[in-house]
């Protein structure tokens, strides 16, 4: 697709901008490439048939159904620790790529006799993908290019502003481990456990995910407020589905932060920004399982107009076809949010993050910078 100058200068705005990404399921966040690297070394030991597979892993613009499809061949290919490592270095090196200075990624932990996996043995193999990961911090991109940016350093005293600097620093990731709906409540109060006793690791909290249809909240409230006891943070899919009961309660238990909330009612709106929970919002997401019509009638919107804290997200950049520049992208272009604003928005997020206050002034140190930066060139 042929863009505009505009337009184009909008897209590289956006991929430089600094973001933290709050929303991001690591097996959603799969390259494609490597499912079909998978997939064909399954296809050559008998244990699959490349071709039931091959269009749905190289096609762009999947279906809800051909989405789920992938999925479910996602969780038959990952079953092994070094891969389940290598997907979560190679899902912090994109993020890195797309400019994300704080990520915080979430996944359910999962036990496999067969192959010697136990839940722990699960998110070990996830930290030491983290651990691996030393990207490139992506604000080099953002300070050190443009001649007009290196021209006003030059004569600033700005001693944090350094652009001959070509690796000012790394991206900082944290983990989430989700609790999946078709969990019982023995299952979801160890994957709590876990996360708690792990949290010197950088699991800093807990996420309720997977298929809106199945299961009951009630099975999931124990775990969830055994670790809303330990003062342990808690983000929960909600109103993907309409089903007013569970979006009462869910408001009720007063969790961290909502995602996607796309089916409210009047009055679970008003409680919604009454309560300022912040809302992480997947546009793409919400577009391509059907649960909003068009970004035109996206409640970002109104979240927006209401100063509600939001904060945008790519929910599963590998299955939906889209990168966190891409929802900014979409934010702008649909919203008019010019650039600034669009600054502004990633850099209020850091208040919703559930890292520590060391790392949030660190963080709001780099959005400082960048605002230094972007004055510089407005
Ligand atoms: P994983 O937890 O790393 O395996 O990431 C994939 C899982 O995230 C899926 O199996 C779902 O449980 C959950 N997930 C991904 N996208 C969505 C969504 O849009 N709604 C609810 N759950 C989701
Ligand atoms: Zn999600």
New binding site residues.
Partial sequence: MMLEAGEERLVRACQRLPKVELHA????CIRPSLLLELAEERDIVGQLSLSDFKDVILKEDRSLEECFKL?AL??ILTTDHGIITRITKEVIEDFASESVVYLEL???P?HNEKVGMSKRSYVEAVLAGIRATDAAFPLESFFACEEKICASSATMETPNHRCDEKKIGRIHVRLLL?I?RRESVEGAMETVRLAWEMRHLGIVGIDL????CIGDWKTFLPALTWAKEQGFPVAL?CA?VPNPTEVEAMLAFRPDRLG?VCFLEDSEWSKLLTSGIPVEV?LT?NIR?NRVQSIEVHHFSALYNANHPVVICT??PG?FSTTISREYFLIASHFGLKVPELLHLSKKAIDFTFADEKLKKTLLRLFDQAEYVLDCNL
Wanted: contains cysteine.
């Fill in positions: 399921h690591l097996n959603g999925f996602i969780h979430r996944t359910t999962k989700s999946d995910s997977g298929d809106p899919h993907e996607h997947c997401s399982t929910d599963d299955i």
